[in-house]
Nanobody, 118 residues
């Protein structure tokens, strides 16, 4: 079962940027499909973006509302999957979660709070 540890997040002003990181183990992150989600109080967990494993042809996918502002990428030197968030808006605050799955099992990270405020 994959182990997922998140880092990053915090407080940023509207229009600012934050970067989240998702470290996946014990295997190379390339064998996992890794996705980012977010959840606001009282809301369903919302899909942000995903990057497929090397076995999949799905590539990178984005949720409609995040296209153009959020970018998912792999850092193979760190064995992480990054989420770069730009032009953050007052409606973006939430707990952000990373999920890794290898076709057999799936694991969630601990969640990271993102706050957008003056």
């Amino acid at each position: 079962q994959p182990q997922v540890v998140q880092s990053g997040g915090g407080l940023v002003q509207p229009g600012g940027s934050l970067r989240l990181s998702c470290a996946v183990s014990p295997r190379s992150s390339l064998v996992y499909t890794v996705a980012w989600y977010r959840q606001s109080p009282g809301q369903w967990r919302e899909f942000i973006a995903s990057v497929a494993s090397i076995k999949s042809r799905s590539g990178i996918q984005y949720g409609d509302s995040m296209k153009g502002r959020f970018t998912i990428s792999r850092d193979n030197t760190k064995n992480t999957v990054e989420l770069q968030m730009d032009a953050l808006r007052p409606e973006d605050p939430a707990v952000y979660y990373c999920n890794a799955q290898d076709g057999v099992s799936s694991s969630w990270g601990q969640g990271t709070q993102v706050t957008v405020s003056l």
